[in-house]
């Protein structure tokens, strides 16, 4: 049954500002990136992506790739060429997923529900779009690795948005099935 919460739309909706407004965003992601670091707005997730890239290279450990961490840098070691550097930037970390996982819960999460089922509901979908932009680090690597950094960057500039937007449709199609009560329900 579906119910007056709507998460998909707005979901769809960000997402068509995000692919709107993405060649301008990789455009001026240098630019945005270094006015961040001046004005000391990056900082705090700079202190998340040493933490991300130690997780993205574990998990390209477990499909068979060696790479190592430095502080927010990934190194990935090549067979036979020399190491593969990339950069874990706090634009890089998936802020803007966030954001979007944010927008998604204010529509995603209005009615009465109980606390315990919002809290769940935030777990969740917090959980996972971490784990989503992990794996995107880990593609990025995989692609740099195997098919070179230009390609890699596309990746990175815009597949990333796109597997986030299909990650947040996932995740709410699953919340409203699994966690969030139907109407009628005794929640």
Do not use: K
């Not at 769809?12 to 709107?20: H, K, T, V, Y």
């Not at 301008?24 to 705090?44: E, I, K, N």
């Not at 060429?81 to 944010?102: D, E, K, R, Y």
């Amino acid at each position: 049954m579906l119910s007056d919460r709507r998460p998909s739309a707005v979901v769809l909706a960000g997402a068509a500002l995000l692919l709107l407004a993405l060649p301008l965003v990789a455009t001026f992601d240098d630019l945005l990136a270094v006015g961040a670091v001046q004005t000391g707005l990056a900082g705090p997730l700079d202190a998340v992506a040493p933490l991300e890239a130690r997780m993205a290279a574990a998990l390209l450990g477990w499909v068979g790739l060696r790479a190592g961490v430095s502080g927010p840098m990934l190194v990935l070691a090549v067979p036979h060429a020399a190491p593969i550097t990339l950069w874990i930037t706090w634009n890089c970390v998936g802020w803007q997923s966030l954001v979007l996982f944010g927008i998604s819960l204010a529509t995603g999460l209005r009615g009465g529900l109980r606390w315990d089922v919002r809290v769940q509901v935030v777990l969740a979908g917090l959980t996972g779009t971490v784990l989503v932009n992990v794996l995107r680090m880990a593609v990025v690597a995989i692609v740099a690795t195997v098919v070179g950094s230009h390609t890699a960057v596309l990746l990175h500039d815009y597949g990333g948005t796109l597997l986030v937007v299909a990650w947040l449709l996932a995740f709410w199609a699953g919340a409203d099935r699994w966690l969030l009560p139907g109407e009628g329900s005794a929640a």
